[in-house]
């Protein structure tokens, strides 16, 4: 390949051939270049095979070997192109476990240190920075604040904030909850006790957040058996997926 033609690979946003083998699970195999459509193929190709990369029994991704002699693949050739897919499917079925396996890992580790902080520590404002430190990290967010419930229950009250470009927006957190609505996720949190993920491009709320350029925020209550005593707020100045559980 050509870098010119990486880079188209790179831009096209559909393959008619791709897309059949990912249907089907087939290989689907050109060996007449003229009665295909050679539009679709490189000029130099004159034989292609796409092959499934199959991990089980699911497509994964799509192995495209092309010639650029008139010579046509083999059924036998093809059985061999189709073991070696299945043995990268395998393997990236491997690497992805070993990803999963390993980030659960660095959680698990993650909120023992958090346990173990929270059992140690009597000032409060320490603990909740080190634990919004930890969950900063972890999660590879931009922006994150603790904010917990005053004495009367009627008032978020930030106790630790990271990753704040305008230290006043810290401070605009600091929020009455009766009637006050920009916020609807974070009340919602409160009384849901439920994790709750944002697209703040669809909210018309958060305007502090958005005044911060976050794209995506989860709120997070912070739970002592049924009572909320507050919340952590994380935010991704660019925009991300998370799983809503």
């Known amino acids: 390949f050509t870098n010119e033609e990486i880079e188209a690979l790179r831009r096209m946003t559909s393959h008619p051939m791709s897309e059949q083998v990912f249907a089907s699970g087939d290989p689907l195999v050109i060996n007449d270049r003229p009665a295909f459509r050679a539009g679709t193929l ?22 495209g070997i092309s010639d ?3 010579q046509p693949f083999s059924a036998s050739e093809v059985q061999v192109l189709q073991a ?51 969950a900063v990290e972890i999660g590879g967010f931009d922006i994150g604040i603790v904010r917990l419930l005053n004495p009367n229950g009627d008032a978020l009250e930030p106790v630790a904030s990271r990753g704040y470009r305008e230290p006043g927006n810290v401070q605009i957190h600091r929020k009455k909850l009766d009637g006050y609505t920009s916020e609807a996720s974070t009340t919602r949190v409160i009384d849901d006790k439920k994790i709750r993920v944002v697209d703040l ?3 018309s709320g ?34 991300r997926q998370f799983q809503q559980s």
Not at 93 to 115: K, V
Not at 218 to 233: F, K, M, N, T
Request: aromatic fraction near 4%; hydrophobic fraction near 45%.
């Open 68 to 70: 650029n002699q008139s």
């Open 42 to 63: 490189l000029p130099q190709t004159q034989a292609v095979a796409w092959i499934p990369v199959k991990s089980r029994a699911n497509v994964v991704g799509v192995l």
């Open 206 to 239: 958060n305007r502090t957040f958005k005044k911060e350029e976050v794209c995506t925020l989860v709120v997070i209550p912070l739970r002592s058996h049924d009572a909320v005593l507050g919340v952590i707020q994380l935010g991704s100045r660019t925009p």
């Open 84 to 134: 070696i897919g299945n043995v990268i499917g395998v393997a990236i079925e491997n690497a992805r476990l070993f990803s999963e396996t390993e980030a659960r890992y660095q959680e698990l580790q993650t909120l023992h240190e958090i346990s173990r902080a929270i059992l140690e520590s009597v000032d409060i404002k320490v603990m909740m920075e080190w634990i919004l430190d930890q």
């Open 201 to 203: 491009a669809q909210t």
